[in-house]
């Protein structure tokens, strides 16, 4: 795991499974914790890691429904975990998979004696909407994270834009480390990806920093660079499908399993 201030109210942790990426925002004296690590002792480190920094952790968020996102209750249980209305609709309308999903993981890799994921209660957040932090306003006199709808991973998913930090963190799209993932079986589309990837522009354009799902933290040059990537990507998948070029740097045997899952989709 590693963890990394981008500014002064942001700090970003990067799982060593996938490089999923935690980011905790604060504000005065609030803070958000969006998204989690995966691994137990990644978990197990967040209280500590966030008290030492001074990171007050009023709440947990989350940028989608899908289960290696979900696991900050695992470190926070008495905190309440906000969602997009639409990862609420879908987190209720299959309760147990995210549990399930972590339990397969955890056979898979050895892993023992994790507590359960408690999931029953989660707030769903109107999108796009605005979430109030602090009373005393950020270092730059933040106070409010704006929420943005970025659906086409899944059917679900939020941005969220801390305005006073100018850091976007956009749940599992613009990843340095993966491609753009359509996950058909979740009600993802490569049109709705496309069209959350154009949406983004602007609030890249004004970013000093871009958090992805997977990855980590990149400037705003680097995201600009990946969202050009990423829609010539996508141009590519729906106009020749297997023959449609991976972007250079993500061309590993995993990111070749993911574009042919990819083009398996286009048929669904
Ligand atoms: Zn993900």
């Known amino acids: 795991m590693r963890a990394l201030a981008v500014h002064p109210d942001v700090i970003v942790v990067v799982s060593g499974v996938w490089q999923t990426s935690c980011t905790a925002v604060r504000s005065g004296d609030e803070g958000f914790v969006i998204d989690s690590p995966v691994l137990p002792d990644e978990l197990d480190a967040l209280p500590t890691l966030f008290e030492q920094a001074q990171f007050p952790v009023s709440g947990l968020l989350a940028t989608h429904g899908d289960w290696d996102h979900l696991l900050g209750k695992l470190a926070f249980p ?16 299959s309760m147990g998979e995210p549990q399930r999903r972590l339990r397969e993981f955890d056979a898979e890799w050895y892993i023992d004696g994790r507590r359960p994921l408690g999931l029953a209660d989660f707030q ?35 941005a969220y834009w801390a305005p006073w930090a100018e850091v976007l963190i956009c749940g599992d799209y613009l990843s ?9 079986e979740s009600g993802g589309s490569l049109a709705a990806y496309r069209e959350t990837l154009m949406r983004f522009a602007p609030l890249v354009e004004r970013a000093a920093t871009v958090v992805a799902g ?55």
């Open 78 to 93: 008495d905190r309440s975990l906000g969602v997009g209305a639409a990862t609420a609709e879908r987190l209720q309308a």
């Open 124 to 158: 769903a957040l109107p999108v796009p909407g605005r979430l109030s932090i602090g009373s005393e306003g950020g270092s730059r006199g933040g106070g409010e994270i704006e929420v943005f709808p970025a659906d086409g991973h899944t059917v679900d998913g939020v």
């Open 176 to 184: 340095p480390v993966e491609i753009p993932m359509i996950s058909v």
């Open 214 to 268: 997977h990855g980590g933290p990149v400037t705003r040059d680097r995201a600009l660079a990946i969202l050009a990537e990423d829609v010539a990507y996508l141009d590519a998948l729906a106009a020749v499908g297997a023959e449609a070029a991976l972007p250079e740097g993500r061309r590993s045997g995993a990111q070749k399993k993911v574009h042919a899952a990819n083009v398996a989709g286009l048929d669904a």
